[in-house]
């Protein structure tokens, strides 16, 4: 069998905001763009998860909505601002075979660098921008039985490329 992880960060958020929290700040206008580009692109590529894990912040959440996946999503404390070692626990609970993460730097960044055997030849990989999402797939049954330095990187973009389409 084959699991499939689609990892993203959240979308470019606000600064210039009266979000009363960090955990609050929303997306801008070029994220909310970003988040739609994403969904359709990942739509349109055949990686459309059939759960998506995310962090509980605003702009995490919205980048969910905006992608519109269709798929159910479940808002877990755990990933706000998590390092990669949490990341991978809390992937290694998921139930579905195509699983979306949804998270922040620098922890997805990280986790991306280190869940793959290989990383791609592209010069945004090592810093992970805002909205950039990678489709890894593991040859494994259950998503427990994942571990670093596993995955096989099928696809990375940023919204960025997407723009230039």
């Keep these: 069998m ?8 959240h979308a470019k958020s606000a ?3 009266s979000a009363p929290s960090d955990h609050a700040r929303p997306l801008n206008k070029r994220g909310r763009q970003s988040a739609t580009a994403l969904g359709l692109w990942l739509k349109q590529n055949g990686h459309v998860p059939d759960q998506v894990i995310s962090s509980p912040s605003q702009r995490t959440r919205e980048t969910y909505e905006r992608m519109d996946l269709g798929a159910p999503a479940v808002f877990v404390e755990r990933l706000y601002h998590a390092n990669a070692d949490i990341i ?11 699983t979306m993460i949804l998270a922040h730097n ?3 960044g990280s986790f991306a660098r280190e869940i793959a055997k290989l990383a791609p ?3 945004r990989f090592f810093n992970y921008p ?15 039985e994942l571990d670093w330095n596993s ?3 099928v ?7 997407l723009e230039d389409a």
């Excluded at 696809?155 to 490329?161: A, H, S």
């Design 2 to 9: 084959t699991c499939t992880l689609i990892l993203t960060r």
């Design 15 to 17: 600064w210039d905001t």
């Design 88 to 98: 991978l626990q809390v992937l290694r609970e998921a139930e579905r075979p195509c």
């Design 106 to 108: 620098p922890g997805i």
């Design 121 to 123: 030849d592209h010069p």
């Design 130 to 144: 805002t909205g950039a999402t990678s489709v890894v797939q593991f040859d494994i049954d259950s998503w427990s």
């Design 151 to 153: 995955g096989h990187l």
């Design 155 to 161: 696809e990375f973009i940023v919204p960025r490329e």
